[in-house]
């Protein structure tokens, strides 16, 4: 009759990027990541993100937890310049 249903908690976490790999390889690459001492997971948009951060950049993550109390990142705002755009201003220079 009625379905209980989970409440999403969602945390925000700021800090620095560290340790970045790509732990599995297929149709949705996951990429694993520290920030600030904390392991995330990032599946959805992780070539995205590989391509806009890279170790040592500022960035602002919205996470949850799973199952096995990870923290899997749902959305990331880098603060500052991407490596993307930092790259593109070398090419010009």
């Given at each position: 009759?009625?379905?209980?249903?989970?409440?999403?908690?969602?945390?925000?976490?700021?800090?620095?990027?560290?340790?970045?790999?790509?732990?599995?390889?297929?149709?949705?690459?996951?990429?694993?990541?520290?920030?600030?001492?904390?392991?995330?997971?990032?599946?959805?948009?992780?070539?995205?993100?590989?391509?806009?951060?890279?170790?040592?950049?500022?960035?602002?993550?919205?996470?949850?937890?799973n199952?096995?109390?990870?923290?899997?990142?749902?959305k990331?705002?880098?603060?500052?310049?991407t490596?993307?755009?930092?790259?593109?201003?070398?090419?010009?220079?």
């Amino acid at each position: 009759m009625y379905k209980l249903t989970e409440a999403i908690v969602m945390k925000t976490m700021k800090g620095y990027v560290s340790k970045i790999r790509v732990l599995k390889v297929s149709k949705t690459p996951l990429v694993r990541f520290s920030l600030n001492e904390v392991n995330c997971l990032i599946a959805a948009h992780n070539l995205i993100f590989l391509g806009d951060v890279d170790e040592g950049m500022q960035i602002v993550v919205a996470v949850e937890y799973n199952s096995r109390n990870q923290f899997i990142v749902r959305k990331y705002l880098v603060i500052g310049k991407t490596k993307i755009m930092i790259e593109f201003e070398n090419i010009n220079v």
